[in-house]
Each structure stands twice: as C-alpha cells, then as structure tokens.
T-cell receptor, first 109, second 115 residues
Framework: GQNIDQPTEMTATEGAIVQINCTYQ??????LFWYQQHAGEAPTFLSY??LDGLEEKGRFSSFLSRSKGYSYLLLKELQMKDSASYLC??????????WGAGTKLIIKP | GAVVSQHPSWVICKSGTSVKIECRSL??????MFWYRQFPKQSLMLMAT?????????EQGVEKDKFLINHASLTLSTLTVTSAHPEDSSFYIC???????????FGPGTRLTVT
C-alpha cells in the first residue's frame, strides 16, 4: 500500500523554530508537496521538492531525501499566524497525489 | 498565479434536495480537476478525479450516482450532491491541475450543511 506518515500534532513557541517530518512509501515518486491549511480554509501551497536537498523560501524551508523516503518542513521565527495544519503530499508514478493526514501546529506565545 | 474559484462558498439545503457546486480555473486551463471532502479535524479525502471531456474516476467508497461530477470544459467542473442527507454535510474542496506541472491549485472550498 501507499502511505504518508507525519505527526498528528506539534506545539512550539512564538519566535522559535519547528521541524515537521514526513515519511512516505509510495508506488514511485514524482515530487513532494507541503501545503498549509488554516481551519475552515482550503490548503495553500508552500513548497515542492523533486530533487534531494534543501529548498529555502523565506521563513519556510523544505528538505527531501528520496533514498530515505523522508522530507521535513522547517519553520523559523514562528508567528502566531503559523498556527495551522501542515499537509505533506507525494506525487506517485501515476501522478496521483497521496496525502498525509496533516500535522496540526499549535503556536504558544 | 493560478486561481481557482468555487461557488457557492457555503450553502444550506434541506434533506432530500440536490446541490450543485462549481469549480472554475480562472487563468489557466485545467486538464484535470479533483474533488475532495474534508470533515472537521480530518485530512482531505479525495472523492474523484475528472479529466475534461471524460467520465470522472471515483475513489473507492464514493457513490458515483450520488456525487455527480461533470467536467465539460477546461475551466469548469461541477459536483452535484444528489438527495443530500445530513451526513453529507462537509467542506468540499476542488483543485485543478494544468498541463505543465504537478501542482494542484485549490479552490477556497464550499461548506455544505444539510438540515
């Protein structure tokens, strides 16, 4: 089967750094997405990795290791508005998007 | 950037009636559109995938006669919830994918409440 694993919930402090991990087992790989979803809203795109390594985009960075089936999303200088669910999704060999259940991130002042 | 709209953004209907939700790609041609359902505090659940001009492919457990999907053009897909019941109350989200990339662009979602 295909599955995406990520922690259900994480808590961090405003101004700190948090790393959200995602491991995957899919039939083939054609890239990995991270999306942010605030409660009651649709997901919004954060990053796309298809090659190994770190992609940095402002306060957010995403890392991929294809050999390990592993990715993480790194959020720096956390702000209260970063409280949301973070969804990891992998594109498999059939170009289907396989979704993780999401990680709810709680930011405390 | 790519923009996807959904209409209506929220709807309340009576049990037994049908509701149609529209999903439009505003500035690109969407060869593939996806319909998701999301219950509170749960992740997205893919309902069906539709390609323009062909029948939708439904995920296991999703009734195709209850959730009618039409993708008649490269910019419009519709989801009709037929004979709605209270358990169909959910957040319905569409996404669209163009021809040149793998990213899915999400609509803002439609919150359906069936009374």
């Amino acid at each position: 089967g295909q599955n995406i694993d990520q922690p259900t919930e994480m808590t961090a402090t405003e101004g700190a750094i948090v790393q959200i991990n995602c491991t995957y087992q899919t039939s083939g790989f054609n890239g990995l997405f991270w999306y942010q979803q605030h409660a009651g809203e649709a997901p919004t795109f954060l990053s796309y990795n298809v090659l190994d390594g770190l992609e940095e985009k402002g306060r957010f960075s995403s890392f991929l290791s294809r050999s390990k089936g592993y990715s993480y999303l790194l959020l720096k200088e956390l702000q209260m508005k970063d409280s949301a669910s973070y969804l990891c999704a992998v594109v498999n060999s059939n170009y289907q998007l396989i979704w993780g259940a999401g990680t709810k991130l709680i930011i405390k002042p | 950037g790519a923009v996807v709209s959904q209409h209506p953004s929220w709807v309340i209907c009576k049990s037994g009636t049908s509701v149609k939700i529209e999903c439009r790609s505003l500035d690109f041609q969407a060869t593939t559109m996806f319909w998701y359902r999301q219950f509170p505090k749960q992740s997205l659940m893919l309902m069906a995938t539709s390609n323009e001009g062909s029948k939708a492919t439904y995920e296991q457990g999703v009734e195709k006669d209850k959730f009618l999907i039409n993708h008649a053009s490269l910019t419009l897909s519709t989801l009709t919830v037929t004979s709605a019941h209270p358990e169909d109350s959910s957040f319905y989200i569409c996404s669209a994918r163009g021809t040149s990339d793998h990213e899915q662009y999400f609509g803002p979602g439609t919150r359906l409440t069936v009374t």
